[in-house]
């Protein structure tokens, strides 16, 4: 079941319009939650009182509300129409994401959410509310974008279009991705959060806005080399894998969103360009 890079007709038109429905929530309510979580707890403390100043506290709850906040509110009336910016669908023939080509409108995609939302939490101008507004969508997006199949084909539309068996359960494979193998793996947040506690962290280094493409291309190379599964049966071994590779996600997705929080609450002297 391994997805082949090859060209077909279908996948350039597709990813040639990739005004379709969502992609799907990546790593849902409890993947977003700690990668929020365990960003705010490496802060420095300059940086995490400036975020507590904007969002009025910074514990788990309202953390957790906020970074899950993009996924509720795009089922909700206007929401619908951001459904793009969850995601990247990149020219299969490729092996690297080019703004120009795969991002439609060069903003209505899920790299080009995460710098749009760390500029506007970056400005100091904005009220307070646009900013706390930023802070949601960038604690999201970040998320986004560390999940594989968010930055994968159109033709199956990140995975959706896939039907898998996991576990005696059929579900879709961006589903499996999304949700299926934490839920397995963990039984709550906090588990989740304390398991995540005990790797060994990525550093929080520096960051600038060309570092998402980077991130990009990362999550393009496991989903064209790892994300599908050799079959549609998920075996012991494949779910193992995936599982590692999760928690290497959640724990990075973490770290480098701690940097853009450090970055842009305490070290930008202006708004990041894109």
Same mark, same amino acid.
């Given at each position: 079941?391994?997805?082949?890079?090859s060209n077909?007709?279908?996948g350039?038109?597709?990813?040639?319009a990739l005004?379709?429905?969502?992609q799907?929530?990546?790593?849902?309510?409890?993947?977003h939650?700690a990668?929020?979580?365990?960003?705010?707890? +490496?802060?420095?403390?300059e940086?995490r009182g400036?975020l507590a100043?904007?969002?009025?506290a910074t514990?788990l @709850?309202?953390?957790?509300s906020?970074c899950?906040?993009?996924d *509720?509110?795009?089922?909700l009336? @206007?929401?619908?129409?951001?459904?793009r910016w969850?995601?990247?669908?990149?020219?299969?023939?490729s092996?690297a994401y080019q703004r120009?080509?795969?991002? /439609?409108?060069?903003d +209505?995609c899920v *790299?080009a +959410?995460?710098?749009?939302?760390a500029a506007?939490?970056?400005?100091?101008?904005l009220d307070?509310?646009?900013?706390r507004?930023a802070?949601k969508?960038?604690?999201?997006?970040?998320g986004?974008?560390?999940q594989p #199949?968010?930055?994968?084909?159109a @033709?199956d539309?990140?995975g959706n279009?896939? *039907?898998? %068996?996991y %576990?005696a359960?059929?579900?879709?494979?961006?589903?499996?991705?999304d949700s299926?193998?934490?839920?397995?793996?963990?039984?709550?947040?906090?588990?989740?959060v304390?398991l #995540?506690?005990?790797r060994?962290?990525?550093a929080?280094?520096?960051?600038?806005p060309?570092d998402t493409?980077?991130w990009?291309n990362?999550?393009w190379?496991?989903t064209?080399n790892?994300?599908y599964? /050799?079959?549609h049966?998920?075996?012991?071994g494949?779910? *193992?894998?995936?599982?590692?590779v999760?928690?290497?996600q #959640?724990?990075?997705g973490a770290a480098r969103?701690?940097?853009?929080?450090e970055?842009?609450l305490?070290?930008?002297?202006?708004? /990041?360009?894109?």
């Amino acid at each position: 079941m391994k997805r082949s890079t090859s060209n077909t007709l279908l996948g350039l038109i597709l990813v040639a319009a990739l005004a379709l429905p969502s992609q799907g929530n990546a790593w849902g309510a409890r993947g977003h939650g700690a990668i929020g979580v365990l960003a705010v707890e +490496q802060l420095s403390p300059e940086a995490r009182g400036a975020l507590a100043e904007l969002l009025g506290a910074t514990d788990l @709850d309202v953390i957790v509300s906020a970074c899950v906040w993009s996924d *509720t509110w795009r089922g909700l009336g @206007d929401g619908r129409d951001q459904s793009r910016w969850h995601y990247v669908n990149i020219d299969p023939d490729s092996t690297a994401y080019q703004r120009g080509r795969d991002c /439609p409108e060069g903003d +209505q995609c899920v *790299t080009a +959410q995460v710098n749009a939302h760390a500029a506007a939490l970056a400005d100091t101008s904005l009220d307070r509310e646009s900013r706390r507004l930023a802070f949601k969508g960038l604690c999201h997006f970040t998320g986004d974008l560390h999940q594989p #199949l968010h930055v994968g084909y159109a @033709d199956d539309r990140g995975g959706n279009d896939i *039907t898998i %068996r996991y %576990r005696a359960r059929e579900m879709n494979l961006h589903r499996y991705w999304d949700s299926a193998v934490i839920e397995a793996r963990t039984d709550t947040l906090a588990e989740l959060v304390a398991l #995540l506690r005990e790797r060994p962290h990525q550093a929080v280094g520096s960051w600038q806005p060309a570092d998402t493409l980077a991130w990009t291309n990362e999550s393009w190379s496991l989903t064209r080399n790892f994300a599908y599964p /050799p079959t549609h049966t998920v075996d012991e071994g494949f779910e *193992t894998r995936s599982w590692n590779v999760m928690q290497q996600q #959640l724990d990075v997705g973490a770290a480098r969103l701690a940097a853009i929080l450090e970055w842009v609450l305490v070290g930008a002297a202006e708004a /990041p360009a894109d």
